[in-house]
């Protein structure tokens, strides 16, 4: 089991890129996690990485070893907590990375529920609209919302996320409203931007399927949803969001659905993993748990029909 040890002492340190950020994510000594990683190069009888005044970088030998050891030490992982474990219950830190904006308003709220469900489970959240590599980072799992690209990564969809074009009563009573999607050209729009760019090219759906493209412009862009859904609340234009984040506004008058007889091509809200052959019980239960709690009809679509 030391040589087992050793190599997870190895992938952690590659994952987290030094072997003092490896010592401190498993409470040892820097002096003895390097003790142990030259005792695996010794035992191995090659050398498995290079270290440079900045950054450690692994040779080919530890190259083939990460590649081939990852899987047999998070199987060997999740076979011992498998085997702790009693009934349902489920142990260890969980550790998940989603959306600033959708972890306060949905999933925050749930995770009393969870925790009192699983007592020996310990949570770590990480709230951030920012891209976050899972294996780098270190995390067991991330909530995404939208389209999906890395297909390194194992998914499972746990809700819709059906979206609108939307707009204050305010700023349609000044500026009017849009009967047809080429009029959006003429308006002022709210416009997100990422890693890909700024998002103005919007694209939306008749009622027969049919795709049209409408470019739009308008005077405020920003990487946060929070602040355009503050904008449009506030008749700065109109903006594309999703119904679980303008749900209340909705209700309450605050926003208007724009366009109603377009639709925008609809995307998932996923639970993201990294690649692996046993997925850990403590991964699983959350999942299961999202999608029972958010799954065939999320809370925002019922909010909508009261």
Excluded at 195 to 209: C, E, F, I, P, V
Excluded at 219 to 229: A, C, H, M, P, V
Aim: proline letters at 5%; charged letters at 25%; aromatic letters at 4%.
């Amino acid at each position: 089991m030391d040589r087992v040890a050793d190599i997870s002492l190895f992938l952690r340190v590659l994952d987290l890129g030094s072997i003092s950020a490896a010592a401190r994510s498993l409470d040892l000594s820097v002096a003895v996690a390097s003790l142990r990683l030259k005792r695996l190069e010794r035992d191995l009888g090659v050398r498995l990485l290079h270290r440079t005044t900045r950054r450690l970088h692994p040779t080919p030998e530890g190259v083939l070893l990460a590649e081939q050891g990852r899987p047999l030490v998070e199987d060997l992982e999740t076979l011992g907590a498998n085997l702790r474990r009693t009934g349902a219950e489920v142990a260890g830190t969980l550790r998940v990375t989603m959306s600033a904006s959708f972890g306060r308003m949905h999933v925050s709220p749930l995770l009393p529920e969870f925790m009192a469900r699983h007592p020996r489970v310990r949570l770590s959240v990480h709230l951030s609209d920012q891209f976050v590599d899972l294996v780098s980072e270190g995390f067991d799992l991330a909530i995404r919302i939208g389209a999906l690209g890395d297909s390194s990564l194992v998914a499972r969809r746990i809700a819709n996320n059906r979206r609108v074009l939307c707009a204050s009563p305010a700023y349609l009573r000044r500026r009017g409203t849009p009967r047809v999607p080429s009029e959006l050209a003429a308006h002022d729009c709210l416009l997100l931007f990422g890693a890909k760019g700024r998002q103005d090219t919007w694209n939306l759906l008749d009622a027969s399927g049919r795709g049209i493209d409408v470019r739009v412009r308008g005077r405020l862009e920003s990487n946060f949803g929070e602040l355009l859904r503050d904008a449009a609340v506030a008749g700065e234009g109109i903006a594309i969001h999703s119904i679980w984040h303008i749900a209340d506004d909705l209700r309450a008058g605050r926003l208007r659905v724009v366009l109603p007889g377009y639709t925008l091509p609809e995307t998932g809200i996923h639970a993201v993993m990294p690649q692996r052959r046993m997925v850990p019980p403590r991964v699983r239960a959350f999942i299961d748990f999202l999608a029972e709690r958010l799954g065939d009809s999320p809370p925002w679509e019922r909010a909508l029909e009261k």
